[in-house]
């Protein structure tokens, strides 16, 4: 087979990407991999070929940021967290409650089409039908993806990163439609349709969720009815990297890793301050490894005497020697903390939507298995409260039982090699069902 993946934001969703295209690769099909331009020496980096579509995003992070809203979901009156009790943790639930369609809207109009914009349908449509491939795997935010699959015939699955948010929106919105008895607009239809009429193309839910969806996330994260997944265990990738020399060391007592990882650093987010971050860790009973950047640390920042301060350290060599980790809920970290069985605290970002489309259903889903905490959104954390709860888990085993139980479910579920026939099937399936 011909199999074009598509990706697009960071390094961080592409290296999540990776494993299933080598799988592909090694299974004997021809696989291309792109993406916007910035990211073609990176794809070239891991093997793949690129196929550099549409036009520089070296602005996106300034558009992305004029673009955001000036409130986020919970901040509004009359919210799911205005429901409930002064203090509550966020459940993935919440997301959309108020108002589902709203929040529809506003990732239709004000951030989806700035990731794909008209340049990259065209680039992506253009090369798709000129290279024809037999699948097409897009990341479930590269709506170029679905759009050229449907202008050159080829089968497509979504790939998830994180939690199935756009769905449970649309599922909220068609629950309103029933109560109200009343219509109300596609959003993804209205920015979806204009562009498949181009093609000589229609719109249908396909565009949106894909003729089936990998899933790499756990049974246990937050999934909404009426979605064809098919589970794949993901491996932790960090990249064409080296490791210093004292990461296989063993420490010298508990080891904490604390880090914002890729994905903050390429994007404009409201995060817990550094220093509130090292101030929490300071004098506890652990040695910890900070991985900030230098625009991350200020020079009125002190740094602990137990804290190491490093750009970047690759997790699946730092992880293994960990007792936990402190983190903002990506996916690409989340991940590789279950692979080692290293319980997890959770701080998400309130960037944007973002902390609704992995980060909460995460810490809900740790929680729920004893094997993370969500500590609390970056604009709440306190040292004090992070403190508390960094201690806690280092001090109750059953943190570290649980996370290494949920490690050991999960190589149970099949990895990228053993998902390759079924992928390989569903696309036959879908190809001559549109024959």
């Not at 625009?295 to 690759?314: E, G, K, L, Y």
């Amino acid at each position: 087979m011909r199999v074009l993946f598509v990706t697009s934001l960071n390094r961080s969703q592409l290296y999540l990407m990776a494993p299933l295209a080598w799988a592909m690769q090694t299974a004997g099909h021809q696989v291309r991999l792109a993406s916007h331009p910035e990211l073609a020496q990176d794809i070239a980096g891991l093997g793949l070929l690129p196929v550099p579509i549409g036009k520089s995003s070296a602005h996106l992070k300034e558009e992305l940021a004029d673009a955001e809203p000036e409130k986020e979901p919970e901040e509004a009156a009359g919210t799911a967290l205005g429901r409930r009790q002064l203090g509550a943790k966020p459940v993935q639930s919440d997301y959309g409650w108020d108002d589902p369609h709203a929040e529809l809207v506003s990732m239709a109009e004000d951030f989806f089409p700035l990731l794909t914009p008209d340049a990259t349908f065209d680039g992506l449509v253009t090369y798709a039908r000129h290279w024809q491939p037999d699948l097409v795997v897009w990341n479930s935010i590269s709506f170029a993806g679905p759009v050229a699959a449907r202008a050159c015939g080829a089968a497509h699955a979504r790939l998830m990163f994180g939690v199935d948010a756009l769905v449970q929106l649309r599922n909220g919105v068609a629950a309103a439609q029933r109560a109200s008895g009343q219509s109300l607009r596609d959003p993804m239809r209205d920015w979806l349709e204009p562009v498949l009429r181009r093609y000589d193309c229609t719109f249908d839910e396909e565009m949106v969720v894909g003729q089936w969806t990998i899933d790499p996330a756990p049974s246990w994260i937050h999934h909404p009815q009426e979605v064809s997944y098919v589970p794949v265990r993901p491996v932790s990738f960090n990249g064409p990297v080296t490791s210093p020399a004292w990461v296989d060391e063993l420490p010298a007592r508990r080891r904490v890793c604390l880090t914002l990882g890729f994905s903050h650093r390429e994007s404009h987010g409201i995060e817990a301050p550094a220093g509130e971050l090292l101030e929490a860790v300071a004098d506890i009973d652990a040695e910890v490894i900070a991985t900030f950047s230098r625009d991350q640390i200020s020079p009125d920042i002190t740094v602990p005497d137990n804290v190491r301060v490093v750009d970047f350290v690759p997790l699946n060599t730092l992880l293994p020697n960990c007792s936990a980790i402190v983190h903002h809920g990506g996916p690409g970290t989340f991940v590789s903390a279950i692979e080692h069985g290293v319980p997890q605290l959770i701080v998400p970002g309130t960037y944007w939507h973002e902390k609704w489309w992995g980060p909460v259903a995460h810490a809900n889903g740790l929680e729920s298995r004893g094997a993370g905490v969500y500590v609390a959104d970056s604009d709440q954390v306190t040292a004090e409260l992070l403190r508390k709860e960094v201690i806690r888990v280092l001090d109750d085993p059953s943190f570290s039982q649980n996370a290494d139980r949920v490690r050991n479910e999960r190589l149970g579920t099949p990895g990228p090699n053993e998902v390759i026939p079924l992928l390989e099937k569903l696309t036959r399936r879908h190809r001559a069902a549109r024959t």
